[in-house]
C-alpha cells in the first residue's frame, strides 16, 4: 500500500485546522520539503524548528505537545517517503497485536496511530525505569532518600495522568475496555493491554 504524499496530507490537515495552524502547516511543509530536495533525511523536531525560526514553524516543544499532533503527522508524511535503506534499523516490530496499525486504509490516521504507537512504547519504556521488573517496591514512612529514589517527578506524574484522562481518550477515539485494557472506540481493537490502566493507577499511588 503506497504512502499518502506529503501534499495530500497537508491538504487533509488544513481542511482540519484553524487559518492560523494552516499557516504553520505551511511553513512546516515548506521547510520539509527543502531538506526533502537537499536529499537529507534529518526531519527530527529539532531541526525542523531550527531551520524553520523565524518562518512561522512551532518551536520544537509546541510540536511535541499535544496540540502540535497535525505538525508531526505532517512531519511523519515526509519521514515514510525516505527510502528504506537511508532509514535507521528498526531494533522492534510491532508484533501481531498491532499489525492492524499498518493496515488501516486512510494513510493520516495509518501515521496518526504510528505515533500514537510510538508515544506507547516511550511510556512502556518509562514506566520500566521507575519500576523495573522483580523490583520490590518498599514504602517508608521516614524521609530516607531511598524511599524517594523511584518517586516519579511532576513531570512522569502528568504524562501518567493524561494517559488515563478522558482528553486523552476523546482526542485519539479510544475507550475504556474490560480488565482495566484501553481499546479503539470504532473496532474495539485492543491499544493497551489488560491490566496497564490498573498498573498506571499503582504508579501514581505508590510511587
Known sequence: MADISPEKVLEQLKNKTSTRTQNSLDAVFTICKEQQERGLHDFSFSTIARLGKGRGVPAAQSIRNKTGEPYR???????SMVPEQSKPIK???KG????????L????????????YSQKKETERLLNEVVPINQVIEVFDGGSSTASSYKLSELERSALEYLLSS???RRNQLE??????IVTSDSNKSFFHVATIDAIKKALQYL
Open 73 to 79: 503527522t505532517l512531519i511523519a508524511s515526509f519521514v
Open 91 to 93: 531494533h522492534s516490530s
Open 96 to 103: 501481531q497485536t498491532y499489525a492492524w496499525i499498518d493496515e
Open 105 to 116: 486504509e486512510d494513510p493520516v490516521v495509518r501515521l496518526q496511530a504510528n505515533i500514537l
Open 167 to 169: 482528553e486523552f481518550l
Open 176 to 181: 475504556t475496555g474490560e480488565n482495566g485494557s
